[in-house]
């Protein structure tokens, strides 16, 4: 008798452990999932995208906007050089201000270079769109986009698109470098000075 109770507390307590390990593993990965969940960047998803796209649409033929920039030096993460346009645009049926800046760039390249063969030293078009109110209060709203000299919604590292509250909470990036800016609705402004 007192064989069979030890044999049946032992296999009581293997039931109990296991059981508790199996609860402990579905926390840990509901936690794990939580975490994951909690560190997704607020950037890139399939509204993002769309938007992007959408605005993309929109912009066609902004390289004939009247308020635009002559070619200038620009910095990084541009390029060599930089061309800005504004303009106020309809994105599915609702008006947005918008700035585009081109980024030229490549090995050499030099102003009389970009003036022979803009589309050759197109390296990417990053834009600025001031979105409904609320959209990202934090930061007035703005909508960043980096899309390929094609059209195509840029990616960044890990594969994540570069479109909507880029690099929000992040030490770099569109967000973190216009911060800078903030008094001045996070554009930059060149003076001459």
Known sequence: MKRSNLVLGS????????FSFAIFSQVAVSADKKMVTKMQMPFGGK??????????????GYENWLMKSDVRMGMSPHGDFIRLYYNIVNVNAKPYH???KDNYGG???TLNMIFESPE?????????VQ???????????WFWVKYNADGTVSKGDKDMAMAGRVAKGMDTGC???HKAAKDNDYIFTNDGS
């Open 11 to 18: 296999l009581i307590a293997a039931v109990l452990i296991t």
């Open 131 to 141: 979105r409904e109110k609320g959209y990202d209060s934090d930061n007035n709203d």
């Open 175 to 177: 967000i973190a470098c």
């Open 107 to 109: 090995d050499g390249v």
């Open 120 to 128: 050759k030293y197109l390296m990417a078009v990053t834009v600025m």
């Open 47 to 60: 509204e993002d995208v769309t938007f992007a796209n959408d605005l993309w649409k929109a912009m066609k």
């Open 98 to 100: 918008v700035i585009v």
